[in-house]
């Protein structure tokens, strides 16, 4: 009897446990200029949301926004973007980890392992359905601590 309540009562944590951590969402911002497309924000927002992360799609960010954010995802598919998104990306906050990625650009980043970035780079790179769910995944990943070597969540939690 004592054994059963024990299993019953690990099993209702483990339970807790595992809806609990599902819950919780990665805060992502999306910087881009006029050239990326709304049907490409609609579609990287809607796969965002299936995968617990809150993807907020901005040309110039807010402080709110950047105060909420836990990576800056910068979309720079042409040179004349990344020229466009340079002068955001240098005023953003030290200790907020930030990727710029784009099919004709180096990408660059700061407060990101490269193994993350690198992973991250090649499922943007493809650009299909299937590679921008898996991103967020991805994301999500490496918010929870895993791949990230700098988080605001983690410097919140200190």
Not at 55 to 84: E, F, G, H, Q, Y
Not at 113 to 142: A, I, P, R
Request: proline share 4%; net charge neutral; glycine share 4%.
């Amino acid at each position: 009897m004592a054994i059963r309540y024990a299993l019953a009562r690990l099993l209702t944590a483990a339970c807790f446990f595992t809806f609990a951590s599902s819950s919780i969402a990665a805060n992502v911002v999306l910087l881009h200029t006029d050239f990326v497309s709304s049907n490409k924000i609609k579609l990287l927002s809607s796969i965002a949301h299936d995968n617990d992360v809150d993807l907020v799609a901005t040309k110039s960010p807010s402080a709110d926004v950047l105060a909420n954010a836990d990576l800056i995802i910068a979309d720079a598919p042409r040179t004349p973007d990344r020229m466009r998104l340079q002068p955001v990306i240098n005023e953003l906050p030290n200790n907020l980890p930030w990727v710029l990625l784009g099919s004709n650009t180096q990408n660059a980043a700061t407060g990101l392992s490269t193994d993350f970035v690198n992973k991250l780079s090649d499922y943007w790179q493809n650009g299909t359905q299937e590679n921008y769910q898996h991103l967020f995944q991805w994301c999500m990943h490496g918010i929870q601590g895993t791949a990230l070597l700098i988080s605001l969540r983690q410097k919140r939690c200190r």
